[in-house]
T-cell receptor, first 114, second 113 residues
Framework: QKEVEQDPGPLSVPEGAIVSLNCTYSNSAFQYFMWYRQYSRKGPELLMYTYSSGNKEDGRFTAQVDKSSKYISLFIRDSQPSDSATYLC??????????????FGQGTTLQVKP | NAGVTQTPKFRILKIGQSMTLQCTQD?????MYWYRQDPGMGLKLIYY???????DKGEVPNGYNVSRSTTEDFPLRLELAAPSQTSVYFC????????????FGPGTRLLVL
């Protein structure tokens, strides 16, 4: 079993739809949870960052972490064609004095159609 | 402030050849990482460094070597290239302060034929 599981998609939605992207994980020591967005032929860029459980909102994006279920989600409201990209979840079990090693999901490819 | 830069952008190697992928950062970050990303897959850690002079293996280190003589540079060396090393290589940095955010370079596409 992989430490982090993510449905690769592809996921195709019409413009304006609400998008839900999810990852599950098996390592209960994960404390830091991130979502990266990767446009085609570009490097990943940090989109959302959450420590431990709870929700975090930034504009049209909301990240949720449910540590009891080992499940994290990214919601995109009013999706736009510019949101078309691959979304990677990433996690780390590190604390102070750590190495910061991230474990990535496979990535979900999203296409938002005008 | 360029952030993380990687060279070359693209390279074709023949089996058995060697090359060095360059990574330079101007953010004065202590931590640096090398990942590879195969088509349709997430990123896998090859090597990382927590500071100048200190490196360690990641998940998939075989066939690669690294060095970290300065804070700014973290080159990745491929010896005896094999088709299995065809991938996109990303360098990333992290400050080591609060949080685990890593900042990625634009990547190097490598094709081994």
């Amino acid at each position: 079993q992989k430490e982090v599981e993510q449905d690769p998609g592809p996921l195709s939605v019409p413009e304006g739809a609400i998008v839900s992207l999810n990852c599950t994980y098996s390592n209960s020591a994960f404390q830091y949870f991130m979502w990266y967005r990767q446009y085609s032929r570009k490097g990943p860029e940090l989109l959302m960052y959450t420590y431990s459980s709870g929700n975090k909102e930034d504009g049209r994006f909301t990240a949720q972490v449910d540590k009891s279920s080992k499940y994290i989600s990214l919601f995109i409201r009013d999706s736009q064609p510019s949101d078309s990209a691959t979304y990677l979840c990433a996690m780390s079990a590190s604390g102070s004095g750590n190495t910061g090693k991230l474990i990535f999901g496979q990535g979900t490819t999203l296409q938002v159609k005008p | 402030n360029a952030g993380v830069t990687q060279t070359p952008k693209f390279r074709i190697l023949k089996i058995g050849q060697s090359m060095t992928l360059q990574c330079t950062q101007d953010m004065n970050h202590n931590y640096m990482y090398w990942y590879r990303q195969d088509p349709g897959m997430g990123l896998k850690l090859i090597y990382y460094s927590v500071g100048a002079g200190i490196t360690d293996k990641g998940e998939v280190p075989n066939g690669y070597n690294v060095s970290r003589s300065t804070t700014e540079d973290f080159p990745l060396r491929l010896e005896l290239a094999a088709p299995s090393q065809t991938s996109v290589y990303f360098c990333a940095t992290r400050s080591g302060g609060q949080g685990e955010t890593q900042y990625f370079g634009p990547g190097t596409r490598l094709l081994v034929l």
